[in-house]
């Protein structure tokens, strides 16, 4: 398996296993910082001519703007800068493949994965999540080697509103989480709001979004396994006193530049929206001497849970709520954040509604998760589905091999549960709350280039029933292989039969998963999910520029490189 030039510096900086820098010497190829920059250092390949006494390499290039053929041009950077990959894409397959099948149970079946797992990584079928490329590994024992995480994300449970919550727990907890190369997703709802008064030192609280700043700010400072920055999702109730200056904290300089921010909306405010009616921004009234003790001990951020108690909340202001939303997007327009998510709905289609409720979502913001939840990442290359059957005057003619398709998002549902036995749990409730639902997320990548190779125009009728096809199969496959799973390995521990076939997605789906569900059991409470693919996609090369153009005539341009059209 080859790639292009990116992808080959991709593959080698993020997933190739590196040589101790003591072990690096002349001849060697290494990766090398060609351009410093805090945030987005530019890498390039180069091979090392000379050591020098002081620290430093001489480096004949090999990609960039200082590659040259002639090896006549030198270029100087300090050893530290440089890292020597030791393993081809071949031999992280292999090391991937071998370390997954080795959660299966008798050696015969560790073999057997351990073949089908790399055929499916070598074919291109089947992407891990970078995590998982970067750190699965096992020594001749099948004991995982290193501390690196194999899921992209996590969420943490909402920080309470107390100093030692908010810096000795969730900054702990999340620094912890990134330095190990997940990204973190928490809401700040449970901050008492800016002015809010802090009985402890009589004084006034400085906000929520104040303690989202040094989030954000402490989130640059991690370095995620030597390859990556932090990534941080910040969220906010539409209830929350705070909620105006979170949604324009993205357009201030020095507020909060380090995360995603999305304000989470409720069923009650896009109601209030529709008939133009006004909204309160309010919070618990914890001053309340008779609730004073009870907001300490069981505040975790949920308003609907608080009032259904009956507990007193405090108005701090009443606004139209279209000023809300004018003011959403707005600042959506100027900075493109903040998101929106519906929170309430993401409950009532969750298959975990009835144990573990979805708080926030993961950085990029594709996966609603409990506290302590995670991102449990794999992808189909849909591109790789397309079988070449001959050519015509056009060129290559391709279909779709729905087989094939089938097949490796069964496979992709084994892999990934077995990721999750795999993976080293830093946090105790990390480990509690993931094999107790065993969530995953299958995705994909390279649709826009399979609708090429078939020659579908997206958007078209045809491409819209082709595209509902293949996701359709792919769900359906993916949970059929969970409940074939649960009947060979056991269901979730939190799987209850009638109340899971009850979640508003199960009731989407067909009899026959709903039928194999009810009398086999599920592995998993979710299978699917589409996460953004940047740098997995740019490594394996698919097609993201090609330009389709209308010309005056009214001819359509052929795909290829990007030109000024008529």
């Keep these: 398996m080859n790639f292009d030039t990116l992808g080959r510096i991709i593959f080698l ?11 690096i010497e002349t001849g060697d190829l290494v990766i090398v910082i060609t351009k410093e920059d805090r945030k987005y250092p530019k ?37 530290r800068k440089c890292d020597k990959p030791i393993e081809s894409i071949d031999d992280a397959h292999r090391r991937v493949a071998k370390a997954v099948a080795s959660m ?28 998982i490329m970067t750190g699965a590994n096992v020594d001749g024992k099948d ?29 702990y907890q999340m ?38 700043g040094l989030f954000s700010y402490t989130t640059a400072l991690i370095e995620q ?37 999305s304000v989470m909306i409720s069923d009650d405010f896009m109601t209030a929206l529709k008939h133009d009616q006004y909204w309160n921004l309010e919070f618990p009234d914890y001053e309340n001497p008779t609730y004073s003790e009870i907001y300490h001990q069981t505040w975790a951020g949920d308003l609907q849970a608080w009032k259904k108690m009956g507990y007193p909340t405090k108005v701090y202001k009443t606004i139209k709520a279209r000023e809300l939303w004018n003011k959403i997007i707005a600042s959506a327009h100027k900075s493109a954040e903040p998101g929106i998510v519906f929170m309430e709905r993401y409950n009532k289609l969750s298959n975990s509604y009835y144990f573990n409720k979805i708080i926030a979502t993961n950085p990029c913001g594709e996966q609603g998760l409990p506290g302590w939840g995670v991102c449990n990442l794999g992808h189909l290359y849909l591109a790789s589905f397309a079988e070449n059957i001959g050519e015509d005057a056009t060129g290559p003619v391709y279909k779709m091999n729905w087989d094939a398709l089938k097949k490796s998002a069964r496979l992709l549902t084994r892999f990934l549960d077995n990721v999750i036995d795999l993976t080293p749990y830093h946090f105790k409730e990390n480990e509690d709350n993931q094999k107790s639902e065993r969530r995953v997320g299958g995705g994909t990548l390279g649709l826009g280039e399979l609708l090429i190779k078939l020659r579908m125009r997206y958007g078209s009728d045809e491409s819209l029933e082709f595209i509902d096809k293949i996701y359709s199969a792919i769900t359906q496959e993916m949970y059929k292989a969970s ?17 899971f076939l009850e979640s508003g997605f199960m009731k989407t789906m067909p009899d026959e998963v709903r039928k194999a569900i009810r009398e086999k059991g599920i592995r998993n409470v979710t299978l699917t999910t589409q996460a953004p693919t940047g740098t997995v996609g740019s490594m394996l090369g698919r097609i993201f520029c090609l330009c389709h153009g209308l010309k005056s005539d009214g001819s359509h341009q052929s795909p290829g490189s990007c030109t000024m059209l008529d």
Aim: some cysteine.
């Design 13 to 23: 900086d993020r997933y190739s296993i590196k040589e101790k820098k003591d072990d």
């Design 43 to 79: 890498k390039d390949l180069g091979v090392i001519k000379k050591m020098l006494d002081d620290g430093r390499v001489v480096l004949h290039m090999v990609t960039g703007i200082y590659a040259d053929q002639e090896n006549n041009f030198e270029f100087t950077q300090e050893l």
């Design 104 to 131: 299966e149970k008798t050696d015969e079946k560790k073999s057997q994965y351990l073949e089908e797992f790399f055929e499916q990584l070598n074919k291109k079928y089947i992407q891990p999540a970078g995590r």
């Design 143 to 171: 004991h995982y080697t290193g501390n690196l995480t194999l899921f992209n994300c996590y969420v943490i449970p909402n920080p309470a509103d107390s100093r030692r919550g908010i810096i000795q727990d969730t900054l």
């Design 175 to 212: 620094v912890e989480i990134m330095s190990r190369g997940g990204g973190v997703g928490m809401s700040l709802s449970a901050l008492r709001p800016h002015y809010a008064y802090v009985k402890g030192v009589h004084g006034k609280s400085s906000g929520s979004v104040s303690w989202g």
């Design 225 to 261: 396994g030597g390859s990556r920055r932090g990534a941080l999702m910040l969220m906010q109730w539409d209830w929350h006193p705070d909620v105006l200056e979170f949604i324009e904290s993205k357009t201030q300089v020095g507020m909060i530049e380090n995360a995603n921010i």
């Design 483 to 499: 409940a074939d799973l649960a009947q060979e390995k056991g269901a979730f521990p939190k799987f209850e039969a009638d109340k």
